[in-house]
């Protein structure tokens, strides 16, 4: 049987479901010792910022029962770097680029997307509006179904490349964030970004994270994410990249099955960074053995 | 940097809370520098999330030696491990310590645990002059094979000099007369502060291993930053975990 | 050294921080061969209805990394049998009682506790405003900022106990909901209730929870539950009880220091029905161990 | 009902994927009747969060013993006991089989592990004809250890029966004229359904251990319901795991 395993992102076709997610590889240079990224869906880079962001002073990361807080603070090397430098590294790698930005302001994510339209090798917009680790935009803009709305609106008219709204989960309502986004011209939405959380030292009494809260991602937030993306499947038609705590392949199909079209691996690359290449793997098999012909088929396919 | 399934030897309980484990590794073994470190994944399933880090003890054949001791969880379950048993370990990792040959004496510099990258780098370190300061916090923590001149301090006095050892350096200091110093200090970050300004009012080189949270242990999380003194942040697993007292602010 | 453990909630005083969290042991009576519950601060008792409630059908239960998804739906005995086989039963073992409410209308948030006003023994009420696995009433009421105001205002109202306001956590701030409960006349205010998630079977693509969704609880919530808690107490005046993922004495020390001045144990209750005796000796020896005469001092202690 | 710490006095592996587990529990053993089961913390970290039912395969003095299979991630931490390890297990849990002097022959239906029960229970029928009818999935699946009078059966008939043990309990019961027979079931859900629908047909009575997601096991949590034929919720752990097959939905 002949196995396909790619999918399509609206006018967006990928080899495969598997994204490595924003934050979580750099602009992979340093994964790409371990893992071969030209066999992956795609990699979505760290958040891009107009100018470069040092970030937040540790610590930044702590562990919790099976998940971790971090408070990075889109630290990155800012969009000149970017261009000059990390995208020039994953061309040669042959690795397929969507390129993920973060930013203060509307205008800052209008001027990035128009800057960035022309690399070619960008093979889509990833809109970060939901960083928790930031003091300027991050949730303000991602809890705030006006702003979703705006920057959606704002980014379209900016590029002809597909667009990705990254959502928050910290709301009730994803679904209806998702309906914004779809409105505003998004091609897809991802969920989730991670959840606000907290961690103290009880000898200290101080925040064993210095930017007193961080993002807490892993394992342990799975389901609240497996409800997200089913909330946004059963009331929106838009293709929805599923994020949050997947570790194996049967996460990524449980998540495919609940509505998502391709998933990003985060937390898991820490761990071992060769995973998306032995998801991709043992998805082959799962499909073979259970006869699947297209993968996408599992899309959304729950039986409820 | 390879991930690699590797084999326990043995791991054996050297002090009341202190471990030896030997692990065969052919890869990382071979390509190993000291005060390069590992981060290891102590257990099959999913908790705990993360590998834990550690510093190379020593390098023997294909053989790798981790020295730690218990801390929490993940050091609990390390300390079980049996012979025969896999560890996917990531290694090695970082940028070991700087060996420098117009230097004729050698300081090292050891808080607690912070021992761990020294018998390698001892074994790194021939045709050196070398002192080892070992301080702990009292006799029953001092584990000092493959070492070399050691000179012990304790915080209680049970062993050797009482007190830290960065007092036990700076009453030695004085005592001899030593040419061409340089210093590798590991330790807790207190010791490491301490032995950062006594360098630098000695204006001896001095190369210190730090430790940090990590989550990756090779650079993709941004998760391990240190503060260095030109005002930006390098990363403790990718830059370090070694690096020149001037450079960094603790 | 004389170590106080005791702690006010408004006007109700209880011998330690130490409560056992709705729903999470029943009213007392298997728990009660376990464990002394006259020695808890209080027995917060599972979700009472006007009426009776079967509950949801099974599988109500999944476990999941660190935690576990629920969806009860309410099973309860209802208002008339919890005052004639539950409470004489409490009373007889001296516990200290809390009654939880949940309703579908704001009418019958009113009718029960008018009802149970003249029970004694009840010490004050927890109204649940944010069961997460009803169709009426639950996150409808709880993740509306106006519901939550209208229901504080009428019960209290129709009651001079104390009023608690168990808040849901699926909201991005709830530290307002928590705001107008106090305006609205809350004594104090619980966070948090658990998290909206899913899990399904990858074979037959099911549901594991016949609910489809459930509420998550355990570890895995616990930097949520303390960011919650947290994110109250710098913006809102009003007691905490704190409640998600407490596993032993360290955590709770943890949630006071983040705010909570009594907090709730859960999901930990399942796995050792002990384990809130154990929690309350080893905060009398963490007390003495740091010199805390009065463990009250630890609400809000954090060190930012 | 205890939460009792016990001690490890073997772990086998008896099959290839079966294990025997004996700890020592005075309070659990004494206590215990057939059919009843305990929640076994299986680490002593929170991973895996909750406990794990398992029935009470025998007694032995103040022993238990559990009979198990490899199903995930908590039976195989079980699997890995070693003997002196201390295992904290709360019970005995629930109500056990009825046993009623009104009956002559009784017939034990298992099916794979839910065979699990069966030895004690076989002791405690004293004076009674026992016939034990076992369908496993093949040879290799099979631990009949304290049963008797065992009539085998497996899905691939490389023992006995070749077919599922309903069908075998059909061919069987046929053949002999049988007396004020009682049936005692445990095996997985379709099996039990079965079981149920035979039981009914043939108007024997018979009692069915049922299983379900468990969070506490002893009531709490209300997590264990199931469906009785008067239009209501029993809890699994609490009012079963035995029910009588009429009594409840399948
Ligand atoms: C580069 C490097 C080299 C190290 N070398 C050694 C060594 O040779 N021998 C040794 O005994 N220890 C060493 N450590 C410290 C060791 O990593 C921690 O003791 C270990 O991670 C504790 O894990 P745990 O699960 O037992 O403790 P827990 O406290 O349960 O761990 C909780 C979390 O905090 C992290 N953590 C806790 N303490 C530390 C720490 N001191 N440094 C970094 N992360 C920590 C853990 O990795 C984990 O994510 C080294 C650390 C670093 C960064
Ligand atoms: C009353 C009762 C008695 C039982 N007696 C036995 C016995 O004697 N021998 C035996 O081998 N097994 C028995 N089981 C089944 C046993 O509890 C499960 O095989 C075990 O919980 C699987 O745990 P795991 O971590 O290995 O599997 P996982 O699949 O990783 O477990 C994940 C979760 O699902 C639950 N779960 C998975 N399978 C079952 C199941 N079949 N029943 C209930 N919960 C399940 C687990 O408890 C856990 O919470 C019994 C179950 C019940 C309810
Ligand atoms: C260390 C770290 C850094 C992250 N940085 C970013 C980022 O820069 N931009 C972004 O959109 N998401 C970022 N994320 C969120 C992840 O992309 C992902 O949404 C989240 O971690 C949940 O997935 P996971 O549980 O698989 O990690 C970061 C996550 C982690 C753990
Ligand atoms: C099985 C189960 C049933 C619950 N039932 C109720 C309920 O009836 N009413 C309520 O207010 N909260 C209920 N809760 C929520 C708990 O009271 C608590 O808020 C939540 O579990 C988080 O705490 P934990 O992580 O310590 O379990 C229930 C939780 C569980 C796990
Ligand atoms: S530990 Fe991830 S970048 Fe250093
Ligand atoms: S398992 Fe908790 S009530 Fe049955």
Redesign the pocket.
């Known amino acids: 049987m002949n196995i396909d395993l790619s999918v399509n992102i609206g006018s967006l076709k990928l080899k495969n479901p598997i994204l490595l997610a924003s934050g979580t590889v750099g602009y992979g240079n340093e994964i790409s010792e371990f893992t071969d990224l030209s066999k992956i869906g795609a990699i979505v880079t760290k958040s891009i910022s107009l100018k470069p962001r040092k970030g937040n002073p540790p610590q930044r990361i702590?562990?919790t029962p099976s998940g971790?807080l971090n408070a990075i603070g889109l630290a990155n090397v800012g969009l000149e770097a970017f261009v000059k430098e990390k995208i020039p590294f994953l061309e040669k790698l042959n690795a397929t680029i969507i390129c993920n930005i973060a930013a203060s302001t509307l205008d800052e994510y209008v001027e990035c997307v128009k800057i960035l339209e022309y690399e070619k090798s960008i093979k889509a917009f990833e809109i970060n509006v939901s960083c928790p680790n930031v003091k300027d935009g991050g949730l303000i803009f991602g809890n705030d179904i006006n702003w979703v709305g705006k920057i959606t609106e704002q980014v379209r008219k900016s590029t002809s490349k597909p667009i990705i709204i990254k959502l928050s989960p910290n709301v009730p309502n994803i679904s209806d964030f998702a309906a914004v986004a779809k409105k505003e011209g998004a091609d897809a939405v991802s969920a989730i970004n991670t959840l606000v959380g907290t961690s103290f030292d009880i000898y200290t009494r101080k925040p064993k994270i210095k930017n007193i809260t961080g993002g807490l991602s892993g394992p342990a937030i799975k389901p609240i994410a497996l409800a997200k993306v089913l909330e946004i499947k059963r009331n929106v038609d838009i293709p929805i990249i599923g994020v949050g705590g997947i570790m194996n392949w049967k996460d990524v199909v449980e998540f495919m099955i609940v509505g998502a079209t391709a998933i990003q691996i985060g937390t898991a690359n820490f761990i071992n960074p060769n995973v998306s290449n032995e998801i991709i793997n043992d998805l082959y098999k799962f499909c073979s053995e259970q006869k699947i012909e297209n993968i996408s088929s599992l899309t959304g396919s729950f039986q409820i | 940097m390879h991930i690699e399934k590797t084999i326990v030897q043995f791991v054996e309980k050297v002090k009341p809370n202190?471990f030896l484990l030997k692990v065969l590794a052919k890869n990382i073994s071979s390509k190993a520098t000291a005060g390069q470190?590992c981060n290891i994944k102590?257990s099959e399933t999913d908790f705990?999330l993360?590998?834990?880090?550690?510093?190379i003890?020593n390098i023997e054949n294909e053989s790798v030696y981790?020295?730690?001791?218990?801390?929490?969880?993940?050091?609990?379950?390390?300390s079980n491990k049996k012979v025969g048993d896999k560890i996917d370990i990531i290694g090695p990792?970082?940028n070991g310590f700087n060996i420098d040959d117009n230097y004729e004496t050698i300081f090292l510099v050891a808080g607690g645990?912070g021992v761990?990258?020294f018998p390698f780098l001892t074994k790194s370190l021939t045709n050196k002059k070398i002192i080892t300061f070992y301080g702990a916090r009292n006799k029953d923590y001092i584990y000092d094979k493959n070492l070399i001149n050691v000179k012990y301090s304790t915080d209680d006095g049970s062993y050797g000099f009482h007190g830290n050892v960065i007092e036990l350096l700076e009453k030695e200091i004085g005592k001899n007369d030593f040419h061409n110093i340089k210093i590798y200090g590991c330790g807790p970050t207190p010791m490491l502060k301490a032995l950062q300004k006594f360098s630098l009012e000695n204006k001896i080189d001095c190369e210190l291993?730090?430790?940090?949270?990590?989550?990756c242990g090779f650079g993709i999380c941004q998760g391990?930053p240190i503060e260095t003194t030109d005002n930006s942040y390098k990363l403790?697993?990718k830059d370090?975990?070694v690096f020149n007292s001037k450079e960094i602010i603790l």
């Open positions: 702590v562990e971790m | 202190i470190f102590v705990p993360l590998r834990r880090p550690f510093s003890h981790f020295l730690f001791d218990i801390h929490g969880e993940g050091t609990k379950i390390l990792l970082g645990i761990a990258p291993s730090v430790e940090s949270a990590m989550a391990c403790i697993c370090g975990p």
